[in-house]
């Protein structure tokens, strides 16, 4: 693409946008996964990213459910963690990817399973990124993941911002975001990236509010600040279910239309196998 091409403004239907999906415990929920996926897709995203269970748990169903998604014509990224995993098994997962036809990881750390103890050759993302670099050069694109408002495990957020550039420097490609619900943390981030002469696509993952007890639940295990305004609001509605979905609607609208005009590269929607709530975002946003 030449620089003119680059700089010229996106459509509003066109700004980037990607999935996430996990894989289906049941037959039943794989099929849900398939329609949500149908309506999904008239969204037009760049790819659609699968889960990795803790400790590699979700292999089968998430390499199944890449698949499937290679085969409705959609570019489909595997998450791929590496706790517990040694240099041999990732290399052979590395080999069925790319026989599968996929061509873009989010490399992860992960996390271990309960009762897992310590183990595998690998002790962080950055060690799995320069891995998969070394064994299949340019063969995928790297995706990472980096934390605006600091990882739960992090010492500081010095070391957070270092723990990120390390995985950058080993061959990593771009970066997705926890989700948040501050957009200035998210530009703050950006700024301190840049400042460490890191250049690369950071790229806000978006959580849709559809559940007051779900979101609740989900931050305090990742460490995902709720404003105290919109934590007020959503116990203010008790189990009004609609009040909620429409509050969290319009919030996140206003966060995704502050990102994409602060200069986001895209947008990364944590879909929780549903498709109404991102949809109606993507809707509200011109899409």
């Not at 993952?205 to 779900?214: E, K, L």
Request: with cysteine; net charge negative; hydrophobic share 40%.
């Amino acid at each position: 693409m030449s620089e003119r091409d680059a700089a010229a403004p996106r459509k509003a239907g066109a700004f980037p946008i990607s999935l996430e999906f996990f894989p289906p415990k049941t037959q039943e929920g794989s099929a849900k996964l398939r329609i949500a996926r149908q309506a999904l897709y008239a969204l037009e995203p760049e790819f659609c990213s699968v889960t990795y269970g803790a400790g590699g748990s979700t292999r089968e169903g998430t390499f199944g459910t890449v698949a499937e998604i290679l085969a409705e014509g959609v570019d489909a990224a595997s998450h791929f963690s590496c706790i517990g995993a040694t240099r041999a098994n990732t290399r052979e997962q590395l080999d069925a990817l790319r026989q599968m036809g996929v061509k873009r990881l989010v490399a992860l750390r992960g996390d271990l399973p309960s009762g897992y103890g310590t183990g595998g050759e690998f002790h962080h993302a950055s060690d799995l990124v320069a891995f998969i670099r070394a064994e299949t050069a340019d063969a995928f694109r790297i995706e990472v993941a980096c934390y605006p408002e600091m990882h739960p495990q992090a010492r500081s957020p010095e070391a957070d911002l270092q723990a990120f550039a390390a995985k950058i420097h080993a061959g990593a490609d771009s970066a997705i975001t926890q989700y948040f619900y501050n957009a200035d943390s998210y530009f703050r981030f950006v700024e301190e990236v840049d400042r460490l002469g890191i250049h690369v696509p950071v790229v806000p993952g978006i959580m849709p509010i559809t559940s007051s007890a779900q979101l609740m639940r989900f931050s305090d295990a990742c460490g995902a600040e709720i404003p105290r305004w919109i934590r007020l609001r959503l116990q203010s509605f008790g189990d009004d279910s609609a009040s909620i979905k429409a509050f969290g609607l319009d919030v996140v609208t206003q966060l995704c239309e502050q990102l994409r005009a602060g200069g986001a590269p895209g947008l990364h929607f944590y879909t929780m196998n549903q498709a109404p709530a991102t949809v109606e975002i993507c809707k509200r946003l011109g899409r």
